[in-house]
Each structure stands twice: as C-alpha cells, then as structure tokens.
C-alpha cells in the first residue's frame, strides 16, 4: 500500500540532497606572498649591494621587519639603486611587486636616507568589499563571502567559478591576488 513507499521517498531526498551538496564548487581569493621567498630575496640584495661598486661604500643597511622592509643608505642615488636591484630580484624568484608599498624615503642623521617598504598581505575590508560587490554584480550564479582578510567564491558550475577568477584577475588594484582551496 502507499505506507510501503514512503521510505523509499524519504531516502530518495536525502540522496539528492547530499548530491546537491557535492555539486557545489568554491575557491578562496587571498593576498599573500612567500615569506621564505622574500627572506631570500633580501638576501640576495644584501650580498650585491656589498659587492657592487658603486654600493659597497654607501653603508647600506637592509632589515626585514615583519610587515616591512627598511633600507637606509647614503643618498638618493643609491637608494633608486638598492630598490631597483631588491625589485629584481624579487621578480626573480616570483614574488609580485605589488607587496611592496614604498613609502616616501626620509633624510636621517649623518646625511643618509631612509626608506620604509611595507608589506602588503591580506585584503583590506574596504577592498574584500569592492572585490566582492564586482563578482556579484557581474555573476549572478556565484556567491561572494568576505572571511578575515579572504573572499569565498562559491558557485554550483566550475565554469561560473573560472569566469569569477578571470574577472578578479582583470581588476586594477594595489595587491596580488592568489585562488586557493580550489574544490
């Protein structure tokens, strides 16, 4: 009689309901860079400053600080040059440019020059928000979570989620941004 297949009913929707849980697809959108990567990176800058010549006399100190890099040097000039070489080889080993955050060098005691290079990690909430708003304005069929300093980008089709990274590729701003947690 109809008693005999509701259980059938019952374990019908209970599949389809964890089917549709594994059809959902998400990945999260972070800011950040390789720590060890750039420990040594600044290594390397401080072997070729004391070995360059027209370095090795400026005194030029390196120290990398948890949320920064300071530099102090002789002059201007050799400030452009330590930046450029630090930029270099930076590049070399796949870290973007875009963690770098050089604030304006300032005159110190004994005529040097110091420079402050913060490191830029994480998204801000202002960014997260912007960030989050243009997915959603131009996808319809993925969701948006900011969590901390990360996005969650969830959708139900895994072309939906390879057109959200693309777009987030495309956007103009101040940090790198990486896609992780790709399920």
């Given at each position: 009689?109809p008693?005999?297949?509701?259980?059938?009913?019952?374990s019908?929707l209970g599949?389809?309901?964890a089917?549709?849980?594994?059809?959902?697809?998400?990945f999260?959108?972070?800011s950040?860079?390789?720590r060890?990567?750039?420990?040594?990176?600044?290594?390397?800058?401080?072997?070729?400053?004391?070995q360059?010549y027209d370095?090795?006399d400026s005194?030029?100190?390196?120290e990398?600080?948890?949320t920064?890099?300071?530099?102090?040097?002789a002059?201007?000039?050799?400030?452009?040059?330590?930046v450029d070489v630090?930029?270099?080889?930076a590049t070399?080993?796949s870290?973007s440019?875009?963690?770098f955050?050089?604030?304006?060098?300032?005159s110190?005691g004994?005529?040097?020059?110091?420079?402050?290079?913060?490191l830029?990690k994480?998204?801000?909430?202002?960014?997260a928000?912007k960030?989050s708003k243009?997915v959603?304005?131009?996808?319809k069929?993925v969701?948006?979570?900011?969590?901390?300093?990360s996005?969650?980008?969830?959708?139900?089709?895994?072309?939906?989620?390879?057109n959200?990274?693309?777009?987030l590729?495309?956007?103009?701003?101040e940090?790198?941004l990486?896609?992780?947690?790709y399920r």
């Open positions: 009689g008693t005999s297949s509701r259980p059938t009913l019952v019908t599949r389809s309901n089917a549709s849980m594994a059809d959902t697809y998400s999260d959108v972070v950040d860079f390789d060890q990567e750039l420990v040594n990176t600044v290594d390397q800058v401080r072997r070729d400053v004391s360059r370095l090795k005194n030029t100190e390196i990398l600080e948890e920064a890099i300071v530099i102090t040097t002059s201007d000039m050799t400030l452009d040059a330590v630090l930029r270099q080889k070399k080993r870290l440019l875009k963690i955050d050089e604030q304006t060098p300032e110190v004994g005529n040097r020059i110091k420079q402050e290079i913060k830029r994480g998204l801000s909430q202002e960014l928000k960030l243009t959603r304005d131009q996808l069929k969701t948006v979570s900011i969590q901390g300093e996005l969650r980008v969830t959708g139900k089709n895994k072309d939906e989620l390879q959200a990274i693309q777009l590729k495309e956007q103009d701003i940090v790198p990486q896609f992780q947690n």
